[in-house]
């Protein structure tokens, strides 16, 4: 079955930077996108930005600058790097994998599977 | 501010029949099918819905979808107290080059 397993949660200090894990086993990694979400306490879902099956990525303007999305193929294991980490960075990240469905008369794309969250701590 | 809109809460009695609105634009409802997201309180986000009317294996045919122009729905009948959580739509958005969602709908089943 496929699952997506995260890395702990992590306390940071505003100004620096954290990576967060995820790894997938249970279906070809590289043959779906991998996506990272983000909610902070109490709020909605914030789309943070994918990596493409050819290692290409993509990500939210909110997130220009700060993000870098890696992966690791031989070990099924996607990264989030986040810098410049302030108090409004604090969040749980999910990772989940997107779906895409080009039939039908409009696009379809979609997260059909989730980790269990890494909740990043920012705090002085 | 979310670029999906809905309304922040909803409750029902057991039993009853719920619908939960999303409203966007035609950069992304209006030219994406939209998905619906139920988050059980303490867990991650599960797939609920997908491409407007499908539901995911597992999913109760108490759920249902639909979409018309720029607007989604998500309907929930026969509610049950194990539906209390939040509901988040979403979709790819075309302008913003992404995927949006919605500010998510607190559903109390009464």
């Known amino acids: 079955q496929v699952q997506l397993v995260q890395s702990g949660a992590e306390v940071k200090k505003p100004g620096a930077s954290v990576t967060v894990s995820c790894k997938a086993s249970?279906?070809?990694?590289?043959?779906?996108?991998l996506n990272w979400v983000r909610q902070a306490p109490g709020k909605g879902l914030e789309w943070v930005g994918c990596?493409?099956?050819?290692?290409?990525?993509g990500h939210a303007q909110n997130f220009e600058g700060r993000v870098t999305m890696t992966r690791n193929t031989a070990m099924s294991t996607a990264y989030l790097e986040l810098t410049n980490l302030t108090s409004e960075d604090t969040a749980v990240y999910y990772c989940?994998?997107?779906?895409?469905?080009?039939?039908?008369?409009?696009?379809?794309?979609?997260?059909?599977?989730w980790g269990q969250g890494t909740l990043v701590t920012v705090s002085s | 501010q979310s670029v999906l809109t809905q309304p922040p809460s909803a409750s029902a009695t057991p039993g009853q029949r719920v619908t939960i609105h999303c409203s966007g634009s035609?950069?992304?409802?209006?030219?994406?099918?939209v998905n619906w997201y139920q988050q059980l309180p303490g867990t991650a986000p599960r797939l609920l819905m997908y491409?407007?009317?499908q539901r995911p294996s597992g999913v109760p045919d108490r759920f249902s979808g639909s979409k018309s122009g720029t607007s989604a729905s998500l309907a929930i009948s026969g509610l049950q107290s194990e539906d209390e959580g939040e509901y988040f739509c979403?979709?790819?958005?075309?302008?913003?080059?992404?995927?949006?969602f919605g500010g998510g709908t607190k559903l109390t089943v009464l």
């Open positions: 249970g279906y070809s990694f590289t043959t779906y996108d």
């Open positions: 035609s950069s992304n409802i209006g030219s994406n099918t």
């Open positions: 990596m493409y099956p050819n290692g290409g990525t």
């Open positions: 491409s407007d009317t």
């Open positions: 989940t994998r997107g779906h895409r469905v080009a039939a039908g008369m409009f696009p379809s794309y979609y997260f059909d599977f």
């Open positions: 979403g979709t790819w958005d075309d302008r913003l080059n992404g995927v949006v």
